[in-house]
């Protein structure tokens, strides 16, 4: 059972983020964002599967699972800080733009039958990489967007 204090939290809440959704430039970054994770899990796992078709091997299977996993553990810090100085919204930009050409290389190279365990983990890294600098990127610029009235903190 919620108290009266709980209830009138909750209406609050409920209010606020209603005003945060009708702010265009952060229902862009939302958008933006859920297509840009779902890619992420899909490229993960489209990665892993293809280069157990190419290979027929579960450890390279493995290996570029793990590279796909190992920029945003290594490079992103570092990313992060180097974001803190440039304008967020054209990193973002840069980076969706970036991994967009990356990857329809891939594509142009699978297609042409030059693809191989080695050119999926180069590519896995390198895009990994880019993304490594679109999250802290993604994370800042939200605090640009939202109004200060709208922080719960």
Known sequence: ???SKEASDMEQNRKMYGEIIKEREYRKLIFATVINRFGDSVDAIAFTWLVYQITHSAAWSAIVFALNTL???VVQPFAGAIVEKMDKKHVIVATHLLRAVIITLFALLYRAGLVN?????????????VESFNLPATTAF????????????
Do not use: R
């Not at 365990?117 to 990489?129: E, K, N, S, Y």
């Open 142 to 153: 939200t605090i640009q967007v939202v109004k200060k009235e709208h922080m719960t903190c």
């Open 117 to 129: 365990a080695l050119v999926m983990a180069i590519f896995t890294l390198v895009i990994t990489t």
């Open 71 to 73: 920029p945003n553990v």
């Open 1 to 3: 059972m919620k108290t």
